[in-house]
Each structure stands twice: as structure tokens, then as C-alpha cells.
């Protein structure tokens, strides 16, 4: 028998999901979005913000090991990691997995979000939050990125999609992105996740590489699947200089060797594979040329 | 404004996916299946079958090079191949561009489904059925092979997924895969689409996978992502010996160079890229021991 | 900005309902059903059976007065009244109005559904449940009423559709009927839900009311509309010999006057009104000569 | 097997409903607005304007017939009739029916969606756009009736619904209702579609009913149900004088008697049972005190 209740999710105006909801977890209307934690009948947990999915217990795994370890591997010694975004817990939880880590800053929006995912999605944090290393913050990234005195080794922006009158809206641009880079240090890394690269939606993919390749001069695509995004996701890493393509074998696989606990989704394989982009997604990104600005900031669905 | 018209796809009981309707280009019910040709307001034309998307404008050269390519480039010089099912005809498309190419067998149950794709999807076939190389026979995949008396280079399994009374059922089994085997030249090689590899349905490509190990001894699994899908997608590879992920750089790169036309997503990179599998992935491979028989096949939602 | 959360329900193959989900009161699966009692966005709390709407806050009065009332005023002077179903309470609410009533026995199947009902929907028992005139039993309706002794004036069938394998099958025969017939005193009525009379699914009203007709001498019509349905709503009074469209006035409206408390949907116009058939359901009915029967009953979806 | 072919009419933000599609008849962007005529699974051809379902083929016969009937009945020697709106032809059927009718004129502002209902939608008009008493006049029905000069017996007005930026917004304020008043004879009567009287969704049809009784003398409430509006309708009638529930059983029948062809919903019954409001709509049509002006129009979902 078909299920009765179910998170209906509009991706485009021409695009929906429906999936079978189990539980609802908890509903809210915070200070800044609609907030929602279901228990999804395929998925498990899910958390929904503004009616769109941002991670699912079965494969957020996938996301966040995506997100962190090809920018913390290429940097090789990670200690000073600032997080923008990243409610959940679940990119610090991956970025603690490196011994050299001294200090992890969260910079969240929304302090009732962060609570929600701290009591109700111990799955993704793990306990992360209580770590000693750990600082959250709830703040706008863009003003707290532009304060930042003593720079970082590397910045992570797991970040909602440039929505229209949506909170991240001004956090896709090239002056927040060379702002970003001014408050890294000379090694360090840039790393954003960076919506979908599938091929009939390609466009806002485009604009934020060609936006960040304005800045940084190391700049490299990458992508990986989330079954519940219903599609293939992109993500750029950026830096002063370092080159996750330019990783020796030995290198690699002796920091992925220093990563503590268990690797559900990438390894050394996986990593190579990730920057291996499809023919159609580099002639895309030669030929793009827009730039997205402060000064008509471009919006997504 | 929303759209009126939706093509609703439920791909279990607890998923379903709603993509906008431009234009209904051909509905029919053949012997076999209903069959609905549509165009999309994301995906352009699309193929249905038995209310399943088939393959989408879009998107369907990731599926149809990532089916195609690795297994060809593995063979280097294939020249007789078999492609049972892959009635859109765009599996024959990229199996013609290797100038080696002597003869392609199609043999599809459904006479109704190739002849409205001959018709309605030239961009799928691009002509491919015209070649004198191509000979498509109407008839039942199994028995067509089981009286196949001249051994191939390739056979490609482009079938639709094996549900309960669909017509695929029985072409996911040991026996039939035995029936490929001894059907193969000595370097011949199979490759079959093999259903998702999300995490939290990977019950079915699990259990094709470890099928396929009961009778070839070399089988590796890759993968892609098919937007239209909305899954990460698996395929399986099986040699009699040939590893593709034994080639040379030198080697894979020569071969590629002989593909004629231009290739959207196949390259060098992401041959390497397709085989590289995530941790999950291989732990799962492993573990597996079920093995799929004619005397109880398992049938997929 | 769209809900989220929607309740779905297709009412046919052909069509389907979505209802916004505002809070998830209740879910269970009782020994006989799905049980969900949801918050609508629309309708305020519903109870849903097997992913069936049966009623909802809004409107549930207008089924609720419309299922009673009639029998009820057009016998009079209502002592022992007999309900089929109607977990939610209220009917016997609609029934307690009478100053007449000395007893009312609820037999429904489902103790779980009525438990829940009682601590969740005070808005549709307002405590009727309490009266010391109520007694409610749980067992299976047909083979409660085979078993009566002492005959009743009032036998209100509030049961779900006869749907195939649902718990109702068995309650819409001429076998039943029969067994109704003899169990109402000499003056008794019978009165039933019958499904709706949508001009383009009038299959089911006309069986029911034909096969009613093989079993009473006075068979009588009638209807409603209740929104969260999305349907006008068959009913069918069955007499030994009061019709209730041959009440005088006065009699109407005394009778009427005699009811306590606020009726919100039923009154003296709206009484001579359902009995109103229009053109097409006369016909229909006219036409009609399919009994269903115990051998093969009939099931609608 | 489900349909993969869907209908989906957002109703309010709070409810949708889904309709199998079995065949698109015609699609058009017209100057004014987006047109679809579909034939359904259940509902046979049905024509959509901006997504909303405008009627049915198979109950379109209870909307046009209620919406005619009680007026021109009331009236009782009709010989002058202006329709605004109704674009299929349904209403000038109904009303030709009428021995008396001397011209029709039907002012409807898109020539495009009436020309595809006299192509596509024979079974509405059955050729009532070929009788010589019959007009078609594309204009905005506001400034069309202002600029009348001869009088009408009735005028009635089949209209979507007032929409914000929708065609017919400024059709159901006093201002407009004023105008019409005065393109009356002396024994002249308006009738108007008026939305749902559902009672969650009420507002729009109370404010309706208060507008039109600041302008005529005798108003009056009614009201059928229509399947595929998945709500029962509300309308009303106002005039100068005469009472559709004053009319003497004789008159009553006799008038009727002399329709022409088969009336399939209204009937001498149905005409009473029309006017017999439930007490829930009585109360808050007492209640209402708010009116529809030009200055700050309504606009309903």
C-alpha cells in the first residue's frame, strides 16, 4: 500500500520529488527559514530547509566526505579550518578526523537550525560539537569571513544554494570569494560546494567556477552523486597553489592513511576519480565567461 | 506559473519523481509494454516504458557512452558485437563509431518501441539503424543467444530493469549469464546496465554483480550518474580474461583516439574515473553471496 | 512558499488528492487498518483509514447530520438506534441529540481506531462516548447484528467503501441487508453511506441502492456534498413503510425543532432538498437492476 | 498500472489535485492566457485556462444547467440574454433552449480559447455558436456592458475566478455589479458563478453574495455540486423583483415543461433544492458585511 504522507519538493518549476515521509521529527519556523527534520521512508532522516533538502542519513556521508577531505588532503597539514554553514555537524565531523586539526570555527546563520541537528541528528555530528577544538558561531559568513584577523589554512562553504531572498544569496560572488581568499593563508584552500553538474542544469555550475577562477589562481572542479539530490554535485576547490590533481601517489595515500576512523565514500581511487571530468563539463567551463557580482548577484531556484 | 502537465514516476513505493510535460509525441500499447514518448520541459524527449523513464535527451549520452565505451576500448578491435534490448537505438550509435566494426546484432522484443524510436528519436540513433553493419532482429534476448551459433567480440545488455512480469525477468540470472559466456569469444567481453548504486538501494546491484562473478573471472563494476535517473547508475563488465582497468596510458589513450565523432562525456580521465569505486561500494561487493537463479530470479521494484 | 508535507490519496487510478500536512498526530497500524489521524492545512485534523480519508474537521457535520437526521425525523421518536462503524463518535453524537433516545450501540471493529479517536477528535464526540445511554462493542458488524435479540428502530450503516480485502466488503450485500431488515422493528429504518454519485463514478450508488431495493418496500435516495471528499456523497434510507419525503410541514419541522443543541448543516429546506435527485441519478437508478450479492460482491476501489 | 501522464491543479497552496491525462488535445499560450483542452481518465475532454480546470465533459451538463436554468425559469418569457464569459458554448446551449430567446450575445475576451472549444468541444456548444440569434463579441465584458445600450432580460456572468492579474478580477466588485444592474429591464436578472461554499473555503463566495446585495433588491443564494471542481459551487441570482423561490408549484412546471431537449441535472425538485441553503452558509452569509469595490478588488486563490 502506497504510503500516505509525503515530502513533495518543487527542484525547478518543471521538477519534483516525492518522498514517503515515516516521522516527522520536528517543524519549525526559525528566525531565518522553514525548518523541517523528517524521517524519510527511503532515506532516513532528512534535514529540510525552505522546503529543499540539504542531507539525508543514507547518504550525507557521500556530501560531506566529498566537501572536506579532497581540499584537507591537498593541504596535507590542516590546523585552522573555518566552516561556513554546515548546520549539521557532519563537515566538522570530518574535518576532526585529522590529527593536525588545532581549531575548527563554524559560522552558522541559525542558531535554532544547529540546535535542531545537535538533538536530533547525532548520526551526522557524532558528538562533534563537544569537541574542544570546536567553536560555533552564529553570524552571517560574509561579515565574520571580511572580520577575520588571523587567517586560516583552509575555508569550507557548506553553504544553502543562491537562492532568491535566500539566506547564502551574496555568498556566491567574486568579492565575498576575494574576501575568502584574503583570509587564507598562502597555502591554504578554498573549497564550495557548488550545485548540480548535470548536464540540463549546468548554469549556475558554470558561473560560480568561471566567479572563483577570477580570484584564485589554482581553481579545479570536481563532483561526486547524492542519491537525495536527485542528481550529479559539483564542487570547486580553490587555492594559492596547491593542486589536488598534482598529488603523488605516495603522498596521497599516506594522508589518506592518517585519517582516523572509517571511510564510507572516498579513498584513493575515488579521489583521482572526482577531478576526472566528462567532456561536456569541460568544453562548459572554457567557454563560460560570466562572472557573478555583488552588484547583481545571480539567483538559482 | 507551474506547469499543467506532469509525467509522475514512482521508482518505489516510497519515491516518485513528477517532471513537467511539454509535448506527448507517441503513446501506444504495444504487445509487450506501454510505451509513451514525451518531451520534457527539463530533459527534451524522453522514452518511457511501462511508466519508466528509458533514457532522456538530455542525458542519454552519459548513459550510452559509459554502456558502450570501457567494454570497446577493454576489446581494442571489436568488430562483431550483440546488443540485446537498446531499442532507441543510440547503443548501436556509439558501437559504430570504432572503424573496426564489422557487424551489430540488436535484438529487442519489441518491434512497436524500435520502430516509434527510429521515427521520433533521430537524435538518439542519428541514422545508426541504416548501417549496413546493423541488422536488428525482433525476438526474445534469451533465446536469441542460447541459438547464436558464430561467437561475438561484445555482447551489451542494454535491458530494462528486471521487474515482476516485465520482460526482463529472465535475462539477470546465472544461467543466462552462462549462456553469454559460452557465446563470447575467447577475449570476448560482457557488459550489462546493472540498476543504481545509491546506498540505500543497492540491493540489486549487489546481487548482479556477484551473479556475474559466478561465471566470468574477470568482473568489475563502474559507474556513472544519469540525471534523468536520479541515481547514481551501475554497470558490471566481464572478460574471459581483458581488465579495463589493466590498460597501459599509452594503450587507452590510442584507442580512445580511434573513436570517431565527437564524445560528450567518455575520456581518458573518466575511464579511469568510472572504475575507481567508493568505500561503501566495495564493502558491499564483498560481503555479497546471494546469486541470482532461474529458479527464483529476484525481481526489482 | 508550498508546503512540504502533503498527505496523498489516490481515490481512483485515475485521480488522486493533495492535502497539505500542518502536524502528524497519529500513526499506527491497528490489527485491521492504517490508522493516521493528521493536522490538514485545509481541513483541520483528519482521520484517515488506509490512506482513505473517512472525515475531516471542517465538514465532517455536514456527513455526520446528513447521514442522520433524516432516518432519525422521519421515524420520529428514536429509542434503540444501532451504528455500523462510526469510530469517530460522531455519529452517535448526531444520534444523543434525540430527547427520545434511551440506547445506542456503536459495533465497530477496530478498538484501536475508536481509542484514538476518543483521546484525539473531542471535536467529533464531544464526550458521547461518556453518555451512559452509549455502549460501544468491538466486533465484526455483520455477525453482531446476525446475533441480535431485541430488533432496533434505527440501524445507521457509517461504514468505510467496500473496498477489495477491506474490512467492509461483506456489509454492502443483499445477504446483509436481509439481515438488517430483520433485525429493525416493524416501523425501523435503515439509513447508509453509499459512495459518491459523481455522475462519472455512479457505479457503485446504483448497486447499492438496487440491491437495497430487493430487501425493503420503501428505498429512498439521497445526498450531500462533503468537500473533503471532493465528491457529492450518496446515501440510502431504507424503510418497512416511512418515507421521509412524505412528512407534512408540521411534522418536519417540529420533529426538527425537537432536536437539541446547534445543527450546522441540517434543517427543514435541507431535509426536502437531498431528496432531490436530479435528472441523470434517476435515470440511473430507474436503469439500474445489478444486486450484488455474497457469492461475489462487488468491490469498488 | 498507474497512469504516467497527470493533471496537477494547485487549488489553493494547501491543496492539490492530480487527474490522469489519457490524450492532449490542444495547447496554446493565447494572448491573455495559458490554454490546455485534455481528455482525462475519468472526466472525458476538459478545458484549462492558467492551470485551472474550467470544465468537464462529464459533469459540465450540472455547472451549465444550474448555472442557466434557475434564472431564465424565474424570469419565464427570456427573449434577451448577454453572457459574459463561456467561452465553450455551453451556456448559449442551455439558454437556447428557451422558445422565447430572441438574441444571444456572449462577450468573452479571448477569441483564441473560443475558437478551439467550437473546434475541439462539440459536446458543450453542440452547435449552438451556428443559431442566428446567437453573437460572439471579443471584448472585456466590463466595458462592453457599460457601453450597452438596449437592455437585457438577464445577463449572466460565467466567469473565472478573480484571480489577482487574472482577466476577471474586476467583475465581481459592486462598481461592476452596478453596471449590470442597469443594462437590466425593469424585470430583469443577473446570475453569477460565485465559487466554492465549501465551508473551510467560504470567504470568497460571502463577500460575493454581500457585494451583490448592496445593488439589488432580491438576492438569493444557491448552489450544486460539480465533481471535477472537487467542491460543491456556489452562485447567485439577483434581480429586480422576482424570487426563483416565489414561483408557484404550477408556474414552476409548466415553465420547465417548456425547455427543450432533455435536461440531464435540473429538474423541478432540483430547483428547490438549489435555493435551500445549510445553516452554516445562512449564518455567514447573515454575518458578511464586507464588500468588493473597484478601489481594492479581492482577489481569491
Redesign the interface.
Known amino acids: ?10 527542484t ?10 515515516e ?2 521529527l520536528y517543524t519549525a519556523q526559525t528566525q531565518f527559514q ?1 525548518l ?1 527534520i ?1 524521517r ?5 532522516k532528512a534535514l ?1 530547509l ?2 529543499k533538502m540539504q542531507s539525508a542519513q ?2 550525507e ?2 556530501y560531506h566526505e566529498s566537501l572536506v577531505h579532497p581540499a584537507l588532503i591537498t593541504k596535507g597539514d590542516p590546523r585552522r579550518v573555518l566552516i561556513a554553514g554546515g548546520g549539521e555537524g557532519a563537515t566538522i565531523r570530518e574535518v576532526l578526523r585529522y590529527p593536525s586539526i588545532e581549531s575548527v570555527i563554524m559560522v552558522d546563520l541559525d542558531r535554532e537550525v544547529v540546535e535542531a541537528c545537535k538533538d536530533l541528528l547525532p548520526e551526522w555530528h557524532e558528538g562533534a560539537f563537544d569537541d574542544p577544538r570546536v567553536k560555533v558561531v552564529y553570524d552571517d559568513a560574509r561579515s565574520y569571513i571580511e572580520g577575520i584577523r588571523e587567517p586560516y589554512d583552509i575555508i569550507i562553504l557548506d553553504l544553502p544554494e543562491p537562492m532568491e531572498e535566500g539566506p547564502a544569496i551574496m555568498l556566491y560572488t567574486e568579492e565575498f570569494y576575494r574576501s575568502v581568499y584574503e583570509h587564507l593563508r598562502p597555502d591554504g584552500i578554498m573549497v564550495t560546494q557548488a550545485t ?1 553538474i ?4 549546468l548554469n549556475s555550475y558554470r558561473i560560480i567556477f568561471n566567479t572563483i577562477s577570477q580570484v584564485f589562481s589554482v581553481v579545479r572542479g570536481y563532483y561526486t ?1 547524492v ?1 537525495s539530490f ?3 554535485w559539483g564542487f570547486v576547490l580553490a587555492s594559492k597553489g596547491a593542486d589536488p590533481r598534482g598529488l603523488m601517489n605516495d603522498t596521497l595515500r599516506k594522508r589518506i592513511s592518517n585519517i582516523s576512523g ?6 584513493e ?2 579521489h ?9 563539463l569541460k568544453r562548459a567551463l572554457e567557454e563560460e565567461d560570466r562572472v557573478n557580482r555583488d552588484s547583481s548577484p545571480i539567483s538559482f531556484y
Chains 1, 2, 3, 4 share one sequence.
Open positions: 500500500m502506497l504510503s500516505s504522507r509525503w515530502f513533495l519538493e518543487f525547478t518549476d518543471s521538477e519534483a520529488a516525492l518522498h514517503s515521509i516521522e516527522v522553514r523541517e523528517l524519510l521512508g527511503l532515506y532516513g529540510i525552505d522546503g543514507s547518504d556521508f557521500i548540480t548535470a548536464p540540463h542544469n552523486f542519491p536527485y542528481a550529479p572509517e571511510l564510507r565514500y572516498y579513498n581511487e575515488i583521482r576519480g572526482m577531478f576526472s571530468l566528462p567532456g561536456y
